[in-house]
């Protein structure tokens, strides 16, 4: 409060000033620029864009300014500071100062014109907050000597329901993933020809109706999520093979083609590993060459080159994380036609292991999705005909042997996991 101290025992007469009442915080910035202000708080959030903050002109001793990455995105999009014709560390305003690093803060203060703005400490919140994983997953979609639009769904032990009524468009040649956490995604695949139609699957495993196409029609891409919460679909064949990319962000809104990297292709798979990042591999080239060339993905979304291929090449091979940050690739077809059960690990820094040999009966275009928070399922396929065969992968990545199927056999279908809840 203020006031006036009238005579007394204990001093003389005077004014009593309001007491501060520390920073005063203020709204998230979004905008890429910023001027702030001495004895105040910013929630810098740079998901859309990198932010240059501009430093106040003139400042006293002890002044203090405190930004926070609100996002943690800085990593991605950085900040610079602009000290506005005062020092920083020391230096002029003709430095660069950037801070680059995801979930930092700054606390600068002003001490004098020699040393000028200060970080009295820089801090990272290293205790990031970890998703829980998807317990739940389903089969979807697919061909059974025609297209279908029949589901399964894989309850958290890995048993596999018999067939739910289907939603959306009947497909084959699509891919899918989760995204949002705890939800999923299908789309493209052919019909009667390519098709970029997408349906979401809600946290309860019920797939929604079709929604328009975004980005080049196409079939035999594959998806992985990444970031944490979104997913990337890529590669495929519209007519010819290509390498395009299509983000999905956390609300299940996939975006307009993203240039490709890496070798165009078709029939590949995708997974994700690493906690937050995701790997395409394997396929055939325009050349109709086989390859196990694999791509990483960045957890920003960001498709890598071309990295050698590790393990036989192949073609309609599945894939699928496990043990809550590795992934593994299993079947698909070999050069001459041969369909085989191998199986690939990929590590938590996305290294590709040599061929595991093949457990369960060899076959091309199962689906996989992980499921039970750390283990891993694949299912269907066609091994000279359709199956609805499945094998569960436990939390090491050992693929078990053979589960009678259950539900419509078929091929060329795609699976994803969903549900927090087991």
Request: with cysteine.
């Amino acid at each position: 409060m203020s006031g006036l101290v009238k005579n007394n025992i204990f001093g003389s007469s005077g004014s009593v000033l309001e007491a501060a009442g520390g920073l005063s915080w203020q709204p998230v910035v979004t905008a890429s620029t910023v001027t702030v202000e001495a004895a105040k708080g910013y929630f810098i959030n740079t998901t859309s864009n990198a932010c240059t903050i501009t430093l106040p002109s003139s400042a006293e001793a002890g002044d203090q300014i405190i930004l926070i990455d609100y996002a943690r995105n800085w990593g991605t999009n950085a900040i610079t500071i602009d000290s506005n014709g005062l020092n920083f560390q020391g230096e002029p305003d003709t430095y660069t100062v950037d801070y680059d690093t995801a979930g930092q803060s700054l606390n600068l203060v002003y001490s004098d014109a020699t040393t000028g703005w200060t970080p009295s400490s820089d801090i990272v919140n290293a205790l990031e907050p970890v998703a829980p994983a998807t317990q739940r997953g389903l089969f979807a979609f697919g061909n059974s000597s025609s297209n279908v639009n029949t589901r399964n769904l894989i309850n958290s032990s890995g048993v596999v329901a018999t067939d739910a009524s289907g939603a959306g468009t009947a497909r084959s040649g699509l891919a899918a993933s989760s995204y949002g956490g705890d939800k999923a995604i299908f789309a493209y695949g052919y019909v009667s020809g390519y098709v970029s139609m997408s349906n979401l699957v809600n946290n309860s495993g019920v797939v929604a109706s079709d929604v328009s196409g975004v980005g080049s029609g196409r079939s035999g891409l594959g998806s992985s999520a990444y970031g944490g919460d979104k997913a990337i679909f890529g590669f495929g064949s519209t007519g010819s093979y290509v390498s395009l990319t299509n983000l999905v962000n956390n609300s299940g809104v996939i975006s307009a083609d993203v240039t490709g990297v890496g070798t165009a292709r078709f029939g590949i798979t995708a997974t994700e590993y690493g906690g937050d990042k995701g790997i395409f591999g394997f396929g055939f080239t325009a050349s109709e060459s086989l390859t196990g060339v694999t791509n990483l993905i960045s957890n920003s979304g960001v498709v890598a080159s071309d990295v050698s291929a590790v393990g036989t090449a192949r073609r309609y091979a599945a894939a699928a994380s496990y043990g809550s940050d590795k992934g593994i690739f299993a079947y698909g077809n070999t050069s001459g036609g041969g369909n085989v059960s191998m199986s690939n690990k990929v590590s938590n820094s996305g290294v590709v292991a040599s061929d595991v040999s093949g457990v369960g009966t060899a076959r091309e275009h199962p689906a996989a999705t992980n499921y039970g928070g750390d283990k891993a399922i694949f299912g269907f396929g066609n091994s000279g005909s359709d199956t609805a065969i499945t094998n569960l992968v436990n939390n090491s990545g050992v693929i078990a042997s053979n589960v009678s199927g259950v539900g419509t056999a078929r091929d060329q279908l795609a699976a994803a996991g969903y549900s927090y809840s087991a």
